[in-house]
């Protein structure tokens, strides 16, 4: 008699990026504590602050511990101070608007054009005397409308940052998203384009902004120990316990995954105090070494995992195209290539139904980048200063979408049962 039966589950964003030789690394590095914060000339945070100006073919590169760590070091480098306007599309994170609010300046949210990024016209509307900078997300890693938002920037004398969070190694025109503004921040988030379950990297062209981001960088501290070994414990538990215990149930697997972080074992990609408008104590750090060498491996991984990513996103379009769904990238792509961080479709019918109905086929699609402006939908929007009302696309989008997963993980066979179930359940 079967009392449960297992199914492999297929997931969005339980660690998704890694592969057997990335938990080898991490479990590897469990028993190697004396390595987790070397900081000398030779450490690893330097060789990969080497390998991705190399890349990129950018000046300066500077590791942090996040990609709001990285953040939080270019709004320093730029000088910006209270009463400051920073502008920023609405469906952003609250990780891209708390460094934000934290120097005392204000959060400008424009709202999204059909691709999902910033809208150049409403960009313009919103530039006022106070507005110092613009941030540029490429959202899901589809370059955004770069040319005439930088043309903007000149002609108000704003500063220009990329966050490409979701977008290292996409391209518009033949040059790297994350090159044409004046600083630039990645993520190498648990669910990112590489991951090192927390991690992220400034770069820029600009001497002076790269003198400052260093002497930031090399005032803050390494995160503690405890700390690291809660990232490296990540990929562990989570590829051999928390998956196969959402592949029994649903319910089994929340339960394991939420005492884990009630007990500390694992750390949530975001804080509880980000969602209140605050930064916790963990952030900014430097990036130490044991976080570098899972970057490092990623890294050279990345344009495998970024091809898989496009053919599973093509795979997508071309199955769900003429259905009932609305695919905002199914687009010309005018000189970009994408790197698909997920496949987002917009839906006429209420999304808790479908991801409750896909669960319990053990398809678990809520990835948190829904049903609020700014995500996780929990996210307290007075906080972040967002006024309801003020970017309806961006508000009409979060209640519609529903984001598919792309990741290496996710093999042609997962995205025909994903694409399947939509289609029997559009019906």
């Known amino acids: 008699m079967k009392f449960c039966q297992y199914t492999k589950p297929i997931s969005t964003s339980l660690s998704p990026n890694t592969e057997k030789d990335d938990i080898d690394l991490a479990l590897k590095l469990i028993f190697q504590p004396w390595q987790w914060k070397h900081y000398e000339n030779t450490s690893l945070s330097v060789e990969l602050e080497e390998e991705f100006k190399k890349y990129l073919g950018v000046k300066y590169a500077f590791s942090f511990n996040s990609g709001r760590s990285a953040f939080w070091a270019i709004l320093e480098a730029l000088k910006i101070a209270k009463g400051d306007e920073i502008l920023l599309q609405a469906f952003t994170c609250n990780a891209a608007v708390n460094p934000i609010l934290e120097r005392g300046a204000e959060a400008i949210f424009v709202d999204i054009d059909d691709t999902?990024?910033?809208?150049?016209?409403?960009?313009?509307?919103?530039?006022?005397?106070?507005?110092?900078?613009?941030?540029?997300?490429?959202?899901?890693?589809?370059?955004?409308?770069?040319?005439?938002?930088?043309?903007?920037?000149?002609?108000?004398?704003?500063?220009?940052?990329?966050?490409?969070?979701?977008?290292?190694?996409?391209?518009?025109?033949?040059?790297?998203?994350?090159?044409?503004?004046?600083?630039?921040?990645?993520?190498?988030?648990?669910?990112?384009?590489?991951?090192?379950?927390?991690?992220?990297?400034?770069?820029?062209?600009?001497?002076?902004?790269?003198?400052?981001?260093?002497?930031?960088?090399?005032?803050?501290?390494?995160?503690?120990?405890?700390?690291?070994?809660?990232?490296?414990?990540?990929?562990?538990?989570?590829?051999?316990?928390?998956?196969?215990?959402?592949?029994?149930?649903?319910?089994?697997?929340?339960?394991?995954?939420?005492?884990?972080?009630?007990?500390?074992?694992?750390?949530?990609?975001?804080?509880?105090?980000?969602?209140?408008?605050?930064?916790?104590?963990?952030?900014?750090?430097?990036?130490?070494?044991?976080?570098?060498?899972?970057?490092?491996?990623?890294?050279?991984?990345?344009?495998?995992?970024?091809?898989?990513?496009?053919?599973?996103?093509?795979?997508?379009?071309?199955?769900?195209?003429?259905?009932?769904?609305?695919?905002?990238?199914?687009?010309?792509?005018?000189?970009?290539?994408?790197?698909?961080?997920?496949?987002?479709?917009l839906l006429d019918f209420d999304t808790n139904e479908i991801l409750k109905k896909a669960r319990r086929r053990k398809i678990y699609l809520d990835d948190g980048w829904r049903k609020s402006p700014i995500v996780p939908p929990d996210t307290n929007l007075e906080k972040m200063k967002y006024k309801l009302g003020s970017c309806r696309r961006a508000e009409r989008v979060a209640e519609t979408i529903l984001n598919l997963p792309t990741h290496i993980n996710i093999s042609k066979k997962d995205a025909q049962k994903i694409v399947d179930f939509l289609k029997n359940y559009g019906n």
């Open 116 to 345: 999902l990024n910033l809208d150049p016209n409403d960009f313009r509307k919103k530039i006022t005397s106070r507005s110092k900078a613009v941030m540029v997300q490429h959202n899901f890693g589809w370059p955004a409308k770069i040319e005439e938002i930088s043309k903007i920037a000149k002609d108000y004398n704003l500063f220009l940052i990329e966050d490409c969070a979701h977008s290292l190694g996409a391209k518009f025109k033949g040059k790297f998203c994350g090159t044409f503004g004046d600083a630039t921040f990645f993520s190498f988030g648990r669910d990112k384009i590489i991951s090192s379950i927390f991690g992220g990297m400034a770069v820029t062209n600009n001497e002076k902004l790269a003198e400052k981001i260093k002497g930031f960088q090399e005032k803050i501290d390494c995160p503690s120990n405890f700390w690291i070994f809660q990232q490296l414990l990540h990929p562990i538990l989570v590829n051999y316990l928390v998956i196969p215990a959402y592949g029994l149930g649903a319910n089994l697997g929340r339960i394991l995954l939420g005492l884990s972080h009630k007990l500390s074992i694992l750390s949530k990609a975001v804080y509880k105090e980000e969602k209140r408008g605050k930064i916790p104590k963990y952030f900014p750090k430097r990036l130490p070494n044991a976080l570098s060498v899972l970057a490092l491996n990623q890294f050279k991984k990345l344009e495998r995992l970024n091809k898989h990513r496009r053919e599973i996103a093509n795979f997508y379009r071309k199955e769900l195209k003429n259905t009932g769904f609305t695919l905002p990238l199914d687009k010309a792509e005018d000189g970009r290539i994408p790197t698909f961080m997920r496949y987002p479709i």
